[in-house]
């Protein structure tokens, strides 16, 4: 904001402070000066800002991105490593001064990268003019800023959950997996979109957590972990579903008492997608 603005600015307040003791008045005032400030914010962030922060969030609607790493340094910083949909991966850094590794984010500030992560996985609002300006003028994010942003992440950041069971024994895992339910606001833990859309299949991790996730998605996991393949939610080491059915069809292969009805169960789970299909 410039000296003049903020002069403008300290002058209205005062004004307000002048008022009477009438509380409609006082209301009526500070709205007005509600009003003001964000005609000057809108005033100080330029068309061609906008067009760039807009091109940029654009292209971040229309494109997939995927959590691979994350952490918190400290309380005020968020590092995370994301791959691209061309498997080009990209370190972003949520602080008092933000960054993404790319060539895009050097020169404007802002790219596709660092805006999935303020919008997916923080659930920033991205037409919030404060935020636009602290992005695109001041290079730079306030305390204020930061407690904003980071609010969000206990709801979109998977923790990660505890087995279900310990693994012991093969027999023990066939007898004991299952799929957690999945609520309709339930994201991915890799591309934060929502799990349930339509032609997206989904895996579980069936012999730990039974928590779900896009199968695309997991694929994308795999291929960046390589044999260090882990559930993005328990940790457990990742075992694939034809790995599963393989096992399950061995161990009822081999046994001579018939299959239970809880045991009917789990096999409907392993071979039942999440929409009954």
């Known amino acids: 904001m410039s000296s003049g603005a903020r002069l403008q600015d ?11 003791s009438s509380s409609d008045d006082k209301q ?3 709205s ?44 005020d910083q968020f590092e995370c490593l994301i791959s691209t949909y061309n498997r080009h991966r990209c370190k972003i850094i949520i602080s008092y001064e933000s960054s993404c590794s790319c060539k895009t984010f050097r020169k404007n500030n802002v790219c ?34 930061l407690e904003y942003i980071f609010q969000g992440q206990v709801r979109r950041l998977c923790s990660v959950t505890s087995p279900l069971l310990q693994l012991d024994t093969k027999e023990n ?8 339910s999945i609520g309709f606001e339930d994201v991915c833990p890799i591309c934060f979109e929502r799990l349930i859309i339509k032609n997206k299949k989904l895996v579980t991790c069936f012999y730990s957590c039974g928590k779900s996730m896009h199968k695309t998605c997991m694929n994308e996991w795999k291929h960046t972990k390589g044999k260090a393949t882990n559930c993005p ?3 457990v080491h990742w075992i694939d579903p034809s790995a599963a059915q393989k096992t399950v ?15 009917k169960y789990f096999l409907c789970c392993l071979y039942t997608s999440s929409d009954g299909s």
């Open 10 to 20: 300290s002058a209205i307040h005062e004004n307000i402070g002048s008022l009477s």
């Open 28 to 30: 009526e005032a500070l």
């Open 32 to 75: 007005l000066c509600s009003q003001y400030q964000d005609s000057i914010k809108k005033d100080i962030l330029s068309n061609d800002r906008n067009i760039i922060f807009d091109k940029a969030l654009g292209k971040m609607l229309i494109r997939s991105f995927y959590l691979i790493q994350h952490e918190f340094p400290s309380s």
């Open 112 to 145: 596709k990268h660092f805006l999935f992560v303020l919008k997916r996985i923080f659930n920033v609002d991205l037409h919030s003019l404060d935020i636009r300006l602290a992005i695109m003028e001041h290079h730079q994010f306030t305390n204020a800023d």
């Open 173 to 180: 895992l066939v007898l004991s997996f299952k799929r957690q």
């Open 233 to 235: 939610y328990c940790q």
């Open 249 to 263: 069809l061995d161990y009822y292969a081999k046994r001579a008492h018939p299959i239970e009805k809880r045991e």
